[in-house]
């Protein structure tokens, strides 16, 4: 009953009948937000022939525009004064290059920038959306498109590192430097599987697990706001609103960082792949 | 609880979904494409452009430093020069005054010798004239005076022009002898 009522709106309004101390006796579990929140499949917003367009997918292409717009007018014609969104843009760029790109990888970095510049504001754009009003949903949370990026992080420094010693990236994967060789016959199978299996999975369920954690526990908090509001319950109900409030301002920083973790393990994945062989 | 019925059967969070993931795919790949080929070449280029103006700026500016330093060397050396030529000019012009007014004075006193000694030689010619003259004068004076004392006429022109004679040079070298002595008395107070 109340996925119906959910559908499209939010957590919020799962029952608006639903209080504590209510005349009802309804519980939190009736209104409590749930991994089915988080599944959208069964109510898009529209279809294009019988592809039915879900939020989480028109997210998407909304991050695509808006990140293309936003850097098209910053880059597209830069002047060598910069000005208003050149200089973000500028500052964005400079930080992707010399924060990230250089301190993993050296002059060698600057070749990947654009994959990493892409990477980072696209998967910080998707974390961001759980901030936006009126969206209010982290598009990463959706274990689909982290994973469909780490699986081109994975395929990108496997190539560079194919690419970089042939055959003897299996070695540079699986043989740690300074490992005496009895050691080695555990560990180069458990290295081996650590960073050619195990890397994008983790890659791609710490983005999703964190932006999923925290719009969950963002919703908890705002429906347990709701839950007990009323004239018995206003002071928990307001801890609950405050604690929302809280939640939000430390996701936002959770947003910026695992953006950050997803494209510095990147680089430093990329670094493993370009250094000298040992 | 009807929820967890409905979530357990239908949906898995870690289950990713086939069009998402070919959506999400292709979403990145746009933005990638656009911005490996296109946007960050475009400010790449003008981040080298800036480094290299201002690069070039300082140089510049170095340069303009280095010429601005050499001009001012050159001036302070011409103005040194300047003045070592004004005190040299100076210099110069004190001498040749100096040795202009050594010269008039030279001139000066030649010129004031030369008039002292023709002066001189003038006054030497009239005293020797009026000597001369008073000489005659005084012979016939004496003889006047001796013819009207005596109260006779000397007949004898050579007799008395004997002891005219004689007797002025008795006359003479008295007073040659007067002069000497004040010859002397003048050249003391001359030294």
Redesign the interface.
Known sequence: MSLSLAAGVGALSTDSSCHLFGKNGCGFNNVAPGADDFDFSNRPWFHIGTYGVTKPVLLVVLITVVMLAFFWAAFNKPKEVPRGVQNVGEVAYLFVRDRIARDSMGAKGDKYVPFLFSLFFFVWLMNVMSFVPGIQFPVSSVIAFPAALAAMVWLTYMYAGFKRHGLGYFRVLGVPSGVPLGILFILTPIELLSNILVRPFTLAIRLFANMFAGHLLVATFAAGAWYMFSVKGIFFSGASFTMAIVMTGFELFIQALQAYIFVMLTASYLAGALEEAH | ????T??AG????????????????I??L???T???K???P??????D??TD?IEGGLERAKEAQAAAAALQEEYQRNLTEARHQAAKITQDAREQGAAIVAQMRGEGQEQRDNLVASGRTQLDADATATRAALKGDLGSLAIQLASKIVGESLEDEARQRGTVDRFLSELEAKADAASGSNAATTAKAGA
């Open positions: 609880m009807p929820n967890t409905v979530l239908t949906f898995s969070p870690i289950a990713p979904k086939g069009d998402e993931l070919v959506i999400g795919t979403a990145f746009i933005i990638f656009i911005f490996w296109k946007l960050l475009s400010i790449k280029k003008t981040l452009e800036r103006s």
